[in-house]
Nanobody, 124 residues
Framework: QVQLVASGGGFVQPGGSLRLSCAASGRTISSYGMGWFRQAPGKEREFVAA????????YYADSMKGRFIISRDGVRIAVYLQMNSLKPEDTAVYFC?????????????????WGQGTQVTVSS
């Protein structure tokens, strides 16, 4: 069974940093890229960032630009999310997912396999 495992979440003070990881296990995933989404209590899931395998292009939601960096593993089907200058409004469960289309990276419905999510809490 294909599984995406997200890790690296935790508790951090405003202005701090965290690095999230997402790796595939079980079977090789046919994917054109991977992305990160987040969901806070009572709110809809929102796009964070995505990366295309073929050309390495990166995509970010406006509120994450300049603070978050998405990168890929050199060998494994895996991506990372370096989060800097974290704010309380960044508090959410962060999900990684695989995109089989290579288009409309900001649309959650375009992703097929999803990880279980990892909690990020930003508070003083």
């Amino acid at each position: 069974q294909v599984q995406l495992v997200a890790s690296g979440g935790g508790f951090v003070q405003p202005g701090g940093s965290l690095r999230l990881s997402c790796a595939a296990s079980g079977r090789t995933i046919s994917s054109y890229g991977m992305g990160w989404f987040r969901q806070a209590p009572g709110k809809e899931r929102e796009f964070v960032a995505a990366l295309s395998w073929s050309d390495g292009n990166r995509y970010y939601a406006d509120s994450m630009k300049g603070r978050f960096i998405i990168s890929r593993d050199g060998v494994r089907i895996a991506v990372y999310l370096q989060m800097n200058s974290l704010k309380p409004e960044d508090t959410a469960v962060y999900f990684c997912a695989s995109n089989p289309y290579g288009s409309r990276w900001d649309i959650a419905d375009n992703y097929d396999y999803w990880g279980q999510g990892t909690q990020v809490t930003v508070s003083s």
